[in-house]
């Protein structure tokens, strides 16, 4: 079967296709043909050499896919030859809190950019009919990352407000979550076009912080200085001041990305003052995943997915990644 493969190479990784064998499942495991999968930014800092993990050898990328069972090991009697699924991004992460020991797939472990993947079933989640392989590979990280912000670390009320930077992957299923349980939301994005098409999604204030750089005076302003009650942090270093300024009174800053900026001084006062809880999210478990999937067909939210390449194609949907034109979800289909 055709895999693509990581290994350390002089700039950062390489990235080649190779022709792997795979065996049959071993007992409690299954085969899955991968039909699709999602690239996350994660990826491509992996692929910089920019991300904390140590990768000796080689292995097979990204963390997000979806595909059809093709084989299943003994004592194996959740899943079935056929069942449509996606996997975890934490392959043992099933319930309870988040261990230093977990594994994540396409960094710790192979991923599942191949044609063929073997995991242990508890890894495996049902995929509705409803939604296309390319959509629900876009599950794993970034949608279950927005949901654990909001609904499980977070506690998002009807008649909150919700603020989320950019108009990634991330950002946009905060936005579809938080809208369908009646939350207010104010999105930011560097382009005017994204805004327009994120107001399509629902979003309520849409602030370009581009030509709004201070954009938490204008979060406070357009909140009448009742500021955010959560926050979806996807910048990082250069954004989390102003998402502590745009943040309201007993608010959640929930921190997620770390694509903006450089380290500068974050003053830690306004924790303090405003009582905010900041907390660190990375991505979520089994059950949050499961919890998610309910909620998406009780409310028939979609995953955004802006662009589709071929599996030979993955050089371009890296380029493409890396420029920032996408919005939302970039899958790649086999
Ligand atoms: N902790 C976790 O569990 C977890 C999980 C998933 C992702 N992440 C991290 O979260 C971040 C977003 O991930 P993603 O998958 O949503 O990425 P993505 O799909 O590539 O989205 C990137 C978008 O972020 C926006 N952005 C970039 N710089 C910004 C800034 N200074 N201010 C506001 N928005 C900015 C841009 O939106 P516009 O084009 O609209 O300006 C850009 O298109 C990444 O750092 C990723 O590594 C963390």
């Not at 999968?37 to 692929?47: E, P």
């Not at 800053?253 to 907390?279: E, H, N, Y």
């Amino acid at each position: 079967m055709n895999a693509w493969k990581l290994s350390p190479g002089q700039n950062g990784m390489d990235l080649d296709q190779h022709n792997v064998s795979i065996g049959e499942p071993g007992e409690g495991e299954v085969r899955v043909r991968i039909h699709a999968a999602s690239l996350n930014k994660r990826d491509l800092m992996i692929l910089g050499g920019q991300y904390p993990v140590n990768i000796e050898g080689s292995i097979i990328p990204l963390s997000d896919g979806a595909g059809e069972i093709t084989a299943v090991g003994e004592n194996v009697d959740n899943l079935s030859i056929g069942d449509r699924v996606s996997n975890l991004f934490w392959r043992d992460w099933i319930d309870g809190p988040a261990l230093a020991d977990h594994v994540a797939m396409g960094a710790e472990i192979d991923g599942v950019l191949a044609d063929e993947i073997i995991l242990p079933a508890h890894a495996l989640v049902k995929i509705p009919n409803t939604l296309s392989y390319a959509e629900a590979a876009t599950l794993p990280c970034a949608a279950l990352t927005a949901w654990n912000a909001l609904m499980e670390t977070g506690d998002l009320k009807a008649g909150q407000t919700v603020l989320t930077l950019g108009t990634g992957g991330v950002s946009l299923f905060a936005l579809q979550f938080a809208k369908s349980v009646g939350a207010r939301v104010i999105i930011t994005s560097s382009s005017d076009e994204k805004l327009a098409r994120a107001k399509e999604l629902g979003a309520d204030i849409l602030i370009n912080y581009v030509t709004t750089p201070n954009w938490a005076e204008e979060v406070q302003r357009l909140t009448e200085g009742k500021g955010a009650d959560v926050v979806i942090e996807t910048g990082g270093p250069g954004t989390l001041s102003q998402s502590l300024e745009a943040a309201g009174f007993s608010s959640q800053v929930t921190m997620i990305g770390v694509q903006a900026g450089a380290d500068q001084s974050i003053s830690p006062l306004p924790l303090l003052f405003k009582k905010i809880r900041l907390q660190g999210i990375m991505v979520g478990n089994r059950v949050m995943f499961e919890n998610m999937l309910n909620h998406m067909i009780k409310h028939n939210i979609r995953p955004v997915v802006d662009q589709i390449f071929n599996f030979n194609e993955l050089p371009a949907a890296i380029q493409t990644m890396t420029t920032s034109v996408h919005f939302g979800k970039i899958a790649i289909v086999n």
